[in-house]
């Protein structure tokens, strides 16, 4: 199986076959927080959260959403000619704040010049009956999905990163999602501390079961700032190789349905805040090494039936 030059679903592919056309992502910073950092569930954030959230390449929030947009575009156009994009709220958990307050955002973006999506990063937990009610009429507007940090599907590394809510909380909130027919990527870590290649493959399984429209990998950056930080400071654990998180990221690949989207295989860090793995600066030698394990295997999404 190949889509397009790869041998799996990749964004760009699923784009390019919606929108007949190279699709950007516009990261924008709503100005929301989160119950995991104002007190209602906790106030330090994820433990590997720094203080922009998981929004370090989102522009300002002290910008209108408007101007956040052109910056971006500016932004991205040193690399490719911005045609169609995707505004995509990344910082924190964007569905956090007064219904009134997340249309009038929401609305602000997608009426901008080449808009043809939005894209919600938020949390499970915070998916009321007011706001899956309103992210229903966006759905109906424009081309909609909505990100959950899921990350893990292990009680003990969810209490370890401080996520903040059980995997039944991501189950409901799937559920009331599908039914409304609006789209879910799950964002999965690997290499959290002590979980197993068996642990990861696990979790892998649990998403490609949920019938969820897309997932996002990463590995797990160890960043200054973060709590995180100062936990491996005091207690250093195992830090994946590349040739390890290749090798999984082929795995679960191989474990996904074929029409699940593959929004993301390796993440980017912040060159300056990056302490572990360095590595993953090297974008493009993690991307090009996951394609060249894939055909050495000659293997491919959903090759092996889970």
């Not at 990749?10 to 990261?27: A, D, P, Q």
């Not at 569930?41 to 433990?47: E, Y």
């Not at 029409?259 to 993301?264: A, E, G, P």
Request: proline share 3%; with cysteine.
């Amino acid at each position: 199986m190949i889509w397009g030059d790869k041998r799996y679903r990749s964004f760009n592919y699923e784009m390019r076959k919606i929108f007949g056309e190279k699709v950007m992502k516009l990261s924008l910073d709503g100005g929301f927080t989160c119950p995991n950092r104002d007190g209602t569930i906790g106030n330090k954030g994820c433990i590997f959260c720094g203080e922009e959230g998981s929004g370090e390449f989102a522009a300002s929030r002290y910008l209108p959403i408007r101007e956040q947009m052109e910056q971006q575009k500016k932004l991205l156009s040193k690399k490719w000619p911005v045609g169609k994009s995707i505004a995509y709220f990344q910082s924190f958990t964007n569905t956090y704040a007064p219904i009134v307050d997340l249309e009038k955002k929401y609305t602000e973006a997608i009426v901008q010049n080449g808009i043809v999506g939005l894209a919600i990063a938020t949390r499970p937990d915070c998916l009321s009956k007011g706001v899956l009610d309103l992210l229903s009429k966006f759905n109906e507007k424009t081309f909609l999905w909505i990100e959950l940090g899921l990350q893990t599907i292990y009680d003990n590394t969810s209490k370890f990163i401080r996520r903040g809510y059980e995997l039944e909380c991501y189950e409901r909130a799937v559920e009331e999602l599908n039914k409304r027919n609006i789209k879910v990527v799950t964002h999965l870590i690997f290499g959290l501390p002590n979980e197993s290649h068996k642990d990861i493959l696990s979790s892998v399984k649990y998403v490609a079961n949920t019938n969820t429209w897309g997932v996002k990998f990463h590995t797990l950056y160890i960043q200054k700032g973060t709590d995180l930080y100062k936990h491996y400071e005091r207690t250093p654990f195992p830090i994946l190789s590349r040739e390890e998180y290749i090798s999984l990221v082929c795995n679960s690949i191989e474990r996904l349905p074929q029409d699940m989207v593959i929004h993301r295989l390796t993440g980017d860090g912040k060159r300056e805040l990056l302490v572990e793995p360095k590595w993953t600066l090297d974008k493009l030698k993690v991307l090009s090494g996951i394609d060249m394990e894939l055909k050495r295997r000659n293997s491919f999404q959903g090759s092996i039936k889970v």
